[in-house]
């Protein structure tokens, strides 16, 4: 599914974010990626839907090299990824229901089909019956899913997300664990960086452990931490 | 990459929205570009009339050739062969002096009707250069001709003008080009703040996969649009301005050389000018605006 061979990054202002990774996921993994603050967890997860460039190395999503992609093939890469972010990445002026119609309006999807689907992960992620809502209407932990509503709704084949759980409460962080769970339960496979001690090891998974752009350590069932 | 129908028109509802949504933005654009498509407009019309009086002027250089009294009507004859072989003469007309004491009568009246007994005046060739330009040559070289008493055109008077048309044209050219350059830089600016305000919608529409023309062609549309109205005014005062400036001129250039250009075509073409100016402005500054927010 993702596969990384000698992975460099290296910045225009100097900075190492990715020094030689070397990690392969499988289809239908949930793998959480931990590590300090700078240590290039962020590089790491954004390289594979190509919002940065390795400088040197391989990375195949689903077979293909996204490093050499063309700009204009980014967009193709990215039907098959879905992208969950800290901050939910919502459209504030347009409704619940839009907010994830616009993933499929902008693949072109035929509207019969676009609405089915949206109905579909809404009620999926709860949230059925706040369709047309606005989402400052919504708490944080409701906002989220309806962003994971969105990153579901073309069924990507691969969900990253970056610290989904970052700005919220414990209890609802759970809530959304619980969703990622649901999903990967489906065969999705599920990238997530995090710095929640917690959930690292209380839903245990697939632990990779990042530190100055390198692979500290790699376990199944891992627990939470990095060396240093 | 053929565009489905239902995107076409989801392209279009998002533009106007967009201007609609970008009220006071809207406002903004559509003002310098009705402000600069006014100015070039005027400009333009001015210019091309300049240019117009330019040519009418320049093809009004001719020059009087005077055959002495004297000359028989076999040399005047061969004279006019002659003078009509060299190069660069475009026409060559003969006018007896009968003649020319005719249009004298025509243009001042009866009392010059007394020279009729003793005509004062000279048979001469009226003689035009293909290029205005080759005039004082031709003038120089026709002089040295025997039986020639005289050659006048406007000397010197001619280089002159020529100067400054040349200049006027230049200055114009230059006028024009910096006024569209800056109603660009107008556009390009106030689109890029309705960007910058849609800066987070652009990366979620990246993100979720949409190519860069899905992103690209409502800014464009909107762009568009901003011309097409920004158009609207301009067109409108330059057409009423034009048609009273030429209601005011042509009649008392009726019997001038110089002309004004005629209403009904010219203010098409300027029409034209300005709805094209303001669509590519439009299309462009919004182009160039989007281009920064694509690279997600």
Do not use: C
Request: proline share 3%; no cysteine; hydrophobic share 45%.
């Amino acid at each position: 599914m993702i596969q990384m061979k000698q992975v460099y990054k290296k910045y225009s202002n100097g900075v190492m974010a990715a020094n030689g990774l070397n990690v392969t996921i499988n289809p239908g993994e949930f793998v959480y990626v931990v590590g300090p603050s700078g240590a290039g967890k962020t590089t790491f997860i954004k390289m594979m839907y190509r919002e940065e460039k390795p400088t040197k190395g391989s990375i195949l999503v689903n077979n293909v090299d996204v490093g050499p992609l063309k700009r204009k093939r980014v967009p193709f890469l990215r039907r098959n990824i879905g992208v969950v972010f800290q901050d939910f990445k919502l459209l504030n002026r347009l409704t619940v229901f839009e907010n994830v119609a616009f993933a499929l309006e902008v693949i072109e999807e035929p509207p019969k089909i676009i609405k089915d689907r949206v109905m579909e992960v809404l009620d999926l992620v709860g949230l059925k019956h706040k369709a047309r809502m606005m989402p400052d209407e919504l708490s944080g932990g409701e906002q989220q899913r309806i962003s994971i509503a969105r990153s579901i709704a073309n069924r990507p084949k691969i969900v990253i997300a970056d610290e989904p759980t970052g700005n919220l409460d414990p209890e609802t962080s759970w809530e959304i664990m619980n969703l990622f769970e649901e999903i990967n339960s489906r065969g999705t496979t599920i990238v997530m960086a995090t710095h929640n001690r917690e959930i690292v090891n209380t839903i245990r998974h697939r632990v990779i452990a990042i530190e100055n752009g390198l692979i500290v350590r790699d376990e199944q069932r891992g627990e939470y931490g990095y060396e240093g | 990459m053929v565009m489905k129908a239902r995107t076409v028109s989801r392209h279009f509802r998002e533009s106007f929205k967009s201007l609609v949504r970008n009220g006071w933005m809207t406002f903004a654009s559509v003002s310098a570009v009705t402000v600069t498509l006014l100015l070039v407009g005027v400009f333009t019309a001015l210019m091309l009339n300049m240019n117009k009086a330019a040519t009418d002027i320049e093809n009004d250089v001719e020059m009087n050739v005077y055959i002495e009294i004297e000359a028989e009507q076999e040399t005047i004859q061969s004279l006019e062969d002659e003078i009509s072989d060299l190069s660069g003469v475009e026409s060559v007309v003969y006018s007896s002096k009968e003649e020319e004491l005719t249009s004298l009568i025509d243009s001042f009246g009866e009392e010059m009707a007394l020279f009729e007994q003793n005509n004062p005046l000279r048979d001469k060739f009226i003689v035009k250069a293909t290029d205005p330009r080759q005039t004082e040559r031709l003038a120089t070289q026709i002089q040295t001709y025997e039986n020639i008493a005289a050659v006048e055109y406007g000397k010197g008077k001619i280089d002159q003008l020529f100067e400054t048309l040349e200049i006027s044209r230049n200055v114009g050219a230059v006028l024009i080009f910096g006024l569209l350059f800056t109603a660009m830089f107008l556009i390009s600016n106030t689109i890029k703040i309705t960007i910058v305000a849609r800066r987070k919608e652009i990366e979620i529409m990246k993100l979720v996969g949409a190519s860069n023309w899905f992103v690209r062609i409502p800014f464009l549309l909107e762009g568009i649009w901003l011309g097409l109205i920004g158009a609207i005014l301009p067109i409108a005062a330059v057409s009423v301005l034009y048609y009273n400036v030429y209601e005011f001129m042509q009649p008392r250039l009726e019997n001038s050389f110089i002309q004004i250009l005629e209403f009904t075509p010219f203010i098409y073409q300027i029409n034209a000018l300005i709805l094209l100016m303001g669509i590519l402005i439009g299309a462009w500054g919004s182009f160039m605006s989007v281009r920064k927010f694509l690279r997600v």
